[in-house]
Protein backbone atom coordinates (compact mmCIF):
# COMPACT_ATOMS: atom_id res chain seq x y z
CA UNK A 1 0.00 0.00 0.00
CA UNK A 2 1.21 3.54 -0.97
CA UNK A 3 1.07 6.74 0.60
CA UNK A 4 -1.31 7.90 -1.98
CA UNK A 5 -4.47 9.90 -1.76
CA UNK A 6 -6.85 9.27 -4.37
CA UNK A 7 -9.80 11.39 -5.49
CA UNK A 8 -12.64 9.79 -7.52
CA UNK A 9 -14.38 12.32 -9.55
CA UNK A 10 -11.26 14.79 -8.65
CA UNK A 11 -12.68 17.08 -11.64
CA UNK A 12 -15.09 18.25 -9.67
CA UNK A 13 -16.44 20.90 -7.42
CA UNK A 14 -15.92 18.87 -4.55
CA UNK A 15 -12.63 16.76 -5.68
CA UNK A 16 -11.25 20.08 -6.11
CA UNK A 17 -11.96 21.22 -2.77
CA UNK A 18 -10.54 18.42 -0.94
CA UNK A 19 -7.18 18.22 -3.16
CA UNK A 20 -6.61 22.02 -2.15
CA UNK A 21 -7.10 20.92 1.58
CA UNK A 22 -4.35 18.40 1.00
CA UNK A 23 -2.23 20.59 -0.43
CA UNK A 24 -2.77 22.97 2.61
CA UNK A 25 -1.46 19.61 4.44
CA UNK A 26 1.41 19.27 2.76
CA UNK A 27 -0.13 16.55 1.08
CA UNK A 28 -0.50 15.49 -2.98
CA UNK A 29 -4.17 14.25 -4.60
CA UNK A 30 -3.90 12.06 -7.28
CA UNK A 31 -7.23 13.06 -9.46
CA UNK A 32 -9.02 10.39 -10.87
CA UNK A 33 -11.54 11.01 -13.43
CA UNK A 34 -12.90 10.15 -17.16
CA UNK A 35 -12.45 13.92 -18.61
CA UNK A 36 -8.55 14.10 -19.15
CA UNK A 37 -9.57 18.06 -19.89
CA UNK A 38 -11.28 18.37 -16.82
CA UNK A 39 -8.82 16.42 -14.87
CA UNK A 40 -5.81 18.33 -16.38
CA UNK A 41 -7.46 21.83 -15.60
CA UNK A 42 -8.02 21.04 -12.13
CA UNK A 43 -4.55 19.57 -11.26
CA UNK A 44 -3.33 22.61 -12.27
CA UNK A 45 -5.63 24.58 -9.94
CA UNK A 46 -4.33 22.45 -6.91
CA UNK A 47 -1.50 20.74 -7.72
CA UNK A 48 -2.73 17.34 -7.90
CA UNK A 49 -1.58 14.61 -10.28
CA UNK A 50 -4.10 12.75 -12.43
CA UNK A 51 -5.05 9.06 -13.25
CA UNK A 52 -7.39 8.95 -16.40
CA UNK A 53 -10.07 5.82 -15.92
CA UNK A 54 -13.20 5.78 -18.37
CA UNK A 55 -15.46 3.94 -15.78
CA UNK A 56 -15.90 3.07 -12.02
CA UNK A 57 -14.58 -0.20 -13.11
CA UNK A 58 -11.32 0.63 -14.64
CA UNK A 59 -10.99 2.79 -11.59
CA UNK A 60 -11.50 -0.02 -9.30
CA UNK A 61 -9.18 -2.42 -11.29
CA UNK A 62 -6.36 0.45 -10.78
CA UNK A 63 -7.16 0.62 -7.16
CA UNK A 64 -6.63 -3.03 -6.94
CA UNK A 65 -3.22 -2.89 -9.12
CA UNK A 66 -1.83 0.14 -7.11
CA UNK A 67 -2.68 0.11 -4.10
CA UNK A 68 -3.34 3.26 -2.81
CA UNK A 69 -3.24 4.59 0.66
CA UNK A 70 -6.39 6.64 0.80
CA UNK A 71 -9.44 6.89 -1.86
CA UNK A 72 -12.03 9.19 -1.10
CA UNK A 73 -15.10 8.92 -2.92
CA UNK A 74 -16.91 12.21 -4.55
CA UNK A 75 -18.94 10.39 -6.92
CA UNK A 76 -22.69 9.35 -6.19
CA UNK A 77 -25.29 7.61 -5.93
CA UNK A 78 -23.00 6.74 -3.18
CA UNK A 79 -25.54 4.04 -3.03
CA UNK A 80 -24.05 2.66 -6.24
CA UNK A 81 -20.39 3.24 -6.25
CA UNK A 82 -20.15 2.89 -3.04
CA UNK A 83 -19.71 -1.09 -2.83
CA UNK A 84 -17.17 -1.56 -5.85
CA UNK A 85 -14.97 1.25 -4.64
CA UNK A 86 -14.85 -0.40 -0.99
CA UNK A 87 -14.62 -3.87 -2.70
CA UNK A 88 -11.65 -2.65 -4.38
CA UNK A 89 -10.25 -0.93 -1.22
CA UNK A 90 -10.66 -3.77 0.64
CA UNK A 91 -8.82 -6.10 -1.35
CA UNK A 92 -5.87 -3.31 -1.79
CA UNK A 93 -5.86 -3.08 1.66
CA UNK A 94 -6.37 1.16 0.80
CA UNK A 95 -8.38 2.81 3.21
CA UNK A 96 -11.80 4.62 2.02
CA UNK A 97 -13.94 7.85 2.52
CA UNK A 98 -16.97 9.06 1.03
CA UNK A 99 -19.18 12.14 1.19
CA UNK A 100 -22.75 10.59 1.42
CA UNK A 101 -25.90 11.67 3.15
CA UNK A 102 -28.78 9.78 2.99
CA UNK A 103 -30.27 6.85 5.30
CA UNK A 104 -29.62 4.26 2.47
CA UNK A 105 -25.98 5.02 2.13
CA UNK A 106 -25.01 5.26 5.10
CA UNK A 107 -26.77 2.01 6.45
CA UNK A 108 -25.22 0.26 3.43
CA UNK A 109 -21.82 1.54 5.03
CA UNK A 110 -21.79 0.56 8.62
CA UNK A 111 -23.41 -3.38 7.19
CA UNK A 112 -19.39 -3.56 5.83
CA UNK A 113 -18.39 -3.26 9.57
CA UNK A 114 -17.46 -6.64 9.92
CA UNK A 115 -16.21 -6.67 6.46
CA UNK A 116 -13.56 -3.52 6.92
CA UNK A 117 -12.25 -4.99 10.59
CA UNK A 118 -11.60 -8.62 9.33
CA UNK A 119 -9.65 -6.85 6.01
CA UNK A 120 -7.83 -4.25 8.32
CA UNK A 121 -9.01 -1.24 6.75
CA UNK A 122 -10.86 1.86 7.17
CA UNK A 123 -14.01 2.75 5.93
CA UNK A 124 -15.07 6.65 6.97
CA UNK A 125 -18.66 7.64 5.25
CA UNK A 126 -20.32 10.89 6.02
CA UNK A 127 -17.27 12.76 5.56
CA UNK A 128 -19.24 16.12 4.56
CA UNK A 129 -20.26 19.21 6.24
CA UNK A 130 -24.08 17.67 7.52
CA UNK A 131 -22.97 14.38 8.83
CA UNK A 132 -20.05 15.73 10.71
CA UNK A 133 -21.32 19.26 11.63
CA UNK A 134 -24.56 17.62 13.58
CA UNK A 135 -23.14 14.74 15.05
CA UNK A 136 -20.22 16.04 16.37
CA UNK A 137 -21.95 18.56 18.30
CA UNK A 138 -24.16 15.45 20.00
CA UNK A 139 -21.19 13.55 20.40
CA UNK A 140 -19.71 17.19 22.39
CA UNK A 141 -22.95 16.94 24.45
CA UNK A 142 -23.20 13.85 25.32
CA UNK A 143 -19.29 13.12 26.80
CA UNK A 144 -19.59 10.86 29.49
CA UNK A 145 -22.96 11.24 29.84
CA UNK A 146 -25.56 8.13 29.65
CA UNK A 147 -28.00 7.83 26.82
CA UNK A 148 -30.59 10.33 26.38
CA UNK A 149 -33.94 9.85 26.16
CA UNK A 150 -34.45 12.36 22.69
CA UNK A 151 -31.92 14.15 19.93
CA UNK A 152 -33.06 16.67 17.95
CA UNK A 153 -30.44 17.93 15.10
CA UNK A 154 -30.74 20.73 12.26
CA UNK A 155 -28.19 21.38 9.68
CA UNK A 156 -28.02 24.88 8.76
CA UNK A 157 -25.24 24.64 5.47
CA UNK A 158 -24.38 28.14 4.06
CA UNK A 159 -22.68 28.03 0.17
CA UNK A 160 -21.33 30.06 -2.35
CA UNK A 161 -22.74 28.41 -5.22
CA UNK A 162 -21.09 27.86 -8.46
CA UNK A 163 -22.70 28.14 -11.84
CA UNK A 164 -23.05 24.74 -13.35
CA UNK A 165 -25.15 21.98 -13.40
CA UNK A 166 -26.04 20.23 -9.91
CA UNK A 167 -24.84 16.57 -10.69
CA UNK A 168 -26.03 13.16 -9.99
CA UNK A 169 -24.76 13.00 -6.32
CA UNK A 170 -26.71 15.53 -4.96
CA UNK A 171 -29.83 14.83 -6.77
CA UNK A 172 -30.09 11.39 -5.76
CA UNK A 173 -29.24 12.41 -2.20
CA UNK A 174 -32.36 15.00 -2.24
CA UNK A 175 -34.41 11.82 -3.95
CA UNK A 176 -33.33 9.55 -1.36
CA UNK A 177 -34.77 11.65 1.31
CA UNK A 178 -38.11 12.13 0.06
CA UNK A 179 -39.72 9.04 2.62
CA UNK A 180 -40.00 10.78 5.90
CA UNK A 181 -37.77 9.01 8.28
CA UNK A 182 -37.45 9.28 12.57
CA UNK A 183 -35.71 7.38 14.89
CA UNK A 184 -38.68 5.87 17.23
CA UNK A 185 -37.70 3.19 19.91
CA UNK A 186 -34.31 2.88 18.68
CA UNK A 187 -35.61 1.83 15.34
CA UNK A 188 -36.01 3.48 11.75
CA UNK A 189 -39.78 4.63 11.29
CA UNK A 190 -41.84 6.35 9.09
CA UNK A 191 -42.54 9.80 9.25
CA UNK A 192 -44.33 12.71 7.72
CA UNK A 193 -41.76 14.05 5.12
CA UNK A 194 -40.99 17.84 5.87
CA UNK A 195 -42.70 17.74 9.44
CA UNK A 196 -41.83 19.50 12.99
CA UNK A 197 -40.58 22.56 11.35
CA UNK A 198 -39.08 25.13 14.18
CA UNK A 199 -38.14 28.59 13.76
CA UNK A 200 -34.35 28.89 15.07
CA UNK A 201 -32.75 31.74 16.34
CA UNK A 202 -28.52 31.19 15.16
CA UNK A 203 -26.46 32.41 17.64
CA UNK A 204 -25.86 35.54 15.38
CA UNK A 205 -29.00 36.60 16.45
CA UNK A 206 -30.83 35.97 12.62
CA UNK A 207 -33.51 33.33 12.33
CA UNK A 208 -34.19 30.42 9.88
CA UNK A 209 -36.87 27.42 9.54
CA UNK A 210 -35.49 24.12 9.72
CA UNK A 211 -38.29 21.05 9.00
CA UNK A 212 -37.82 17.11 9.09
CA UNK A 213 -35.18 15.71 6.34
CA UNK A 214 -33.97 12.39 7.04
CA UNK A 215 -30.61 12.70 5.50
CA UNK A 216 -27.28 10.55 7.01
CA UNK A 217 -27.23 12.62 10.39
CA UNK A 218 -30.12 10.64 11.50
CA UNK A 219 -28.32 7.61 11.50
CA UNK A 220 -25.32 9.61 12.81
CA UNK A 221 -26.62 11.39 15.54
CA UNK A 222 -28.61 7.74 16.65
CA UNK A 223 -25.44 6.33 16.68
CA UNK A 224 -23.48 8.99 18.60
CA UNK A 225 -25.76 9.43 21.47
CA UNK A 226 -27.67 5.78 21.34
CA UNK A 227 -30.88 7.96 22.10
CA UNK A 228 -34.39 6.24 21.63
CA UNK A 229 -36.21 8.72 19.69
CA UNK A 230 -34.33 11.11 17.09
CA UNK A 231 -34.94 13.66 14.20
CA UNK A 232 -32.58 15.17 12.13
CA UNK A 233 -33.65 18.61 10.25
CA UNK A 234 -32.55 21.40 7.45
CA UNK A 235 -32.70 24.65 6.94
CA UNK A 236 -32.97 23.24 3.61
CA UNK A 237 -36.31 21.47 3.81
CA UNK A 238 -39.16 23.42 2.14
CA UNK A 239 -41.36 24.30 5.14
CA UNK A 240 -44.55 25.91 3.33
CA UNK A 241 -47.84 23.89 4.04
CA UNK A 242 -48.67 23.59 0.57
CA UNK A 243 -45.38 21.43 -0.29
CA UNK A 244 -45.64 19.58 2.33
CA UNK A 245 -49.21 18.34 1.80
CA UNK A 246 -47.42 16.98 -1.53
CA UNK A 247 -44.88 14.98 -0.49
CA UNK A 248 -46.86 11.88 0.19
CA UNK A 249 -47.89 11.44 -3.25
CA UNK A 250 -43.95 12.82 -4.79
CA UNK A 251 -42.79 9.79 -2.24
CA UNK A 252 -45.09 7.35 -3.65
CA UNK A 253 -43.70 7.90 -7.18
CA UNK A 254 -40.08 8.20 -6.47
CA UNK A 255 -40.20 4.81 -5.37
CA UNK A 256 -40.87 3.55 -8.52
CA UNK A 257 -36.56 2.76 -10.14
CA UNK A 258 -37.46 4.02 -13.61
CA UNK A 259 -38.68 6.66 -12.58
CA UNK A 260 -36.34 7.59 -9.78
CA UNK A 261 -33.46 7.38 -12.30
CA UNK A 262 -34.99 9.13 -14.84
CA UNK A 263 -35.99 12.06 -12.79
CA UNK A 264 -32.14 11.91 -10.94
CA UNK A 265 -30.25 11.98 -14.36
CA UNK A 266 -32.76 15.09 -15.72
CA UNK A 267 -32.37 16.86 -12.48
CA UNK A 268 -28.48 16.09 -12.37
CA UNK A 269 -28.17 18.39 -15.67
CA UNK A 270 -30.47 21.91 -14.56
CA UNK A 271 -27.97 24.64 -15.05
CA UNK A 272 -27.63 26.45 -12.09
CA UNK A 273 -26.50 29.71 -11.66
CA UNK A 274 -23.82 31.37 -9.30
CA UNK A 275 -24.63 33.36 -6.17
CA UNK A 276 -23.37 34.68 -2.87
CA UNK A 277 -23.22 32.63 0.32
CA UNK A 278 -26.93 33.62 1.87
CA UNK A 279 -24.87 34.04 5.34
CA UNK A 280 -21.48 34.15 7.30
CA UNK A 281 -21.98 30.99 8.93
CA UNK A 282 -22.84 27.42 8.64
CA UNK A 283 -24.24 26.02 11.41
CA UNK A 284 -24.47 22.58 13.26
CA UNK A 285 -27.12 22.67 16.07
CA UNK A 286 -28.62 19.85 18.52
CA UNK A 287 -30.95 19.84 21.34
CA UNK A 288 -30.60 16.52 23.63
CA UNK A 289 -32.90 15.49 26.26
CA UNK A 290 -32.32 13.11 29.05
CA UNK A 291 -34.88 10.72 30.79
CA UNK A 292 -34.62 13.14 33.97
CA UNK A 293 -35.78 16.27 31.40
CA UNK A 294 -32.12 17.57 31.74
CA UNK A 295 -31.83 19.26 28.20
CA UNK A 296 -28.58 20.40 26.68
CA UNK A 297 -28.28 22.54 23.79
CA UNK A 298 -25.18 23.11 21.14
CA UNK A 299 -23.71 24.04 18.29
CA UNK A 300 -20.81 24.34 15.92
CA UNK A 301 -20.52 27.23 14.00
CA UNK A 302 -17.95 27.01 9.99
CA UNK A 303 -17.75 29.06 6.99
CA UNK A 304 -18.45 27.60 4.20
CA UNK A 305 -20.56 24.60 4.02
CA UNK A 306 -18.95 22.91 0.81
CA UNK A 307 -14.85 24.52 1.58
CA UNK A 308 -15.76 22.19 4.85
CA UNK A 309 -16.78 19.54 2.99
CA UNK A 310 -13.26 19.50 1.04
CA UNK A 311 -11.15 20.17 4.36
CA UNK A 312 -12.59 16.86 6.61
CA UNK A 313 -12.45 13.63 4.23
CA UNK A 314 -9.15 15.83 3.71
CA UNK A 315 -7.98 15.61 7.54
CA UNK A 316 -9.62 12.43 7.99
CA UNK A 317 -7.05 11.24 5.03
CA UNK A 318 -4.01 12.82 6.61
CA UNK A 319 -5.15 10.79 10.05
CA UNK A 320 -5.28 7.74 8.33
CA UNK A 321 -1.66 8.13 6.54
CA UNK A 322 -0.83 9.05 9.86
CA UNK A 323 -1.98 5.47 11.39
CA UNK A 324 -4.29 7.33 13.49
CA UNK A 325 -7.44 4.94 12.93
CA UNK A 326 -8.89 1.77 13.80
CA UNK A 327 -10.30 -0.54 11.09
CA UNK A 328 -13.86 -0.66 10.21
CA UNK A 329 -16.37 1.34 9.64
CA UNK A 330 -17.56 4.71 10.93
CA UNK A 331 -19.17 8.58 10.64
CA UNK A 332 -16.17 10.77 11.27
CA UNK A 333 -16.74 12.07 14.52
CA UNK A 334 -17.28 8.09 15.86
CA UNK A 335 -13.94 7.51 14.47
CA UNK A 336 -12.29 10.39 15.95
CA UNK A 337 -14.08 11.91 18.49
CA UNK A 338 -15.90 15.92 18.70
CA UNK A 339 -12.30 17.28 18.04
CA UNK A 340 -12.13 16.28 14.39
CA UNK A 341 -14.23 19.19 13.87
CA UNK A 342 -12.41 21.99 15.33
CA UNK A 343 -9.48 20.39 13.70
CA UNK A 344 -11.08 21.47 10.52
CA UNK A 345 -11.64 25.21 11.30
CA UNK A 346 -14.84 24.68 13.15
CA UNK A 347 -15.79 26.28 16.91
CA UNK A 348 -18.25 25.22 19.32
CA UNK A 349 -20.77 27.51 20.86
CA UNK A 350 -22.43 25.87 23.98
CA UNK A 351 -24.88 27.77 26.09
CA UNK A 352 -25.30 27.38 29.43
CA UNK A 353 -28.52 26.04 31.11
CA UNK A 354 -31.32 29.09 30.50
CA UNK A 355 -28.94 31.21 27.59
CA UNK A 356 -29.58 30.89 23.94
Given amino acids: MSAQIWVLGGAGRSGRSIAAQLARRGLTAVLVGRDANRLHAAAERTGSETLLAPSLAAAASEIRQRRPGVVINTVGPFTATAPEVVDACRAAGSHYIDLANDVAALSAAFAMHDAATQAGHTLVTGAGFGVTATESVVAKLCQGRPA??????????????????????????????????????????????????????????????????????????????????????????????AIRAMMPAVSTLMRWERLRSFTTRRLARVHVKAKERPRDHSWGHAVVIWA?????????????????????????????????????????????????????????????????
Avoid: K, N
Fill in 148 to 241: PLRVRVDMVPSIAMEEGTAGEALISTLLGSLEGRRITDGRLAPTRMFSDAVRLTLPDGSQVTTASMPLGELLAAHRASGARHVLSASSEAPSSP
Fill in 292 to 356: DGETREGWLRLGDAQEYTGTVPAEIARLLLAGEGRPGAYTPAALFGPALAESCGAEYLLPQPGQR
